[in-house]
């Protein structure tokens, strides 16, 4: 079982299906024959609903411990 996966190389991303049916069975293939790498940057949106996160477990918190006092 590989433990690396190094996409260094490749840069452009091309896939392809083929299927036939025989007798009531489909039959589907597919190949990748290469993958284009993406930097991992989040989204505004990410941001936005990390900090909601944050919010509402800081809200939770807050009211449990005006409860116990």
Do not use: C
């Amino acid at each position: 079982m590989p433990t690396h996966f190094n996409v260094d190389d490749w840069n452009t991303a091309e896939a392809g299906l083929d299927w036939y049916s025989d007798n009531g069975h489909i039959n589907m293939t597919g190949m990748l024959t290469s993958v284009t790498r993406v930097s991992a940057v989040p989204e505004p949106e990410s941001y936005l609903m990390l900090l909601a996160g944050f919010a509402l477990v800081s809200g939770v918190v807050a009211r449990k411990k005006k409860q116990i006092s």
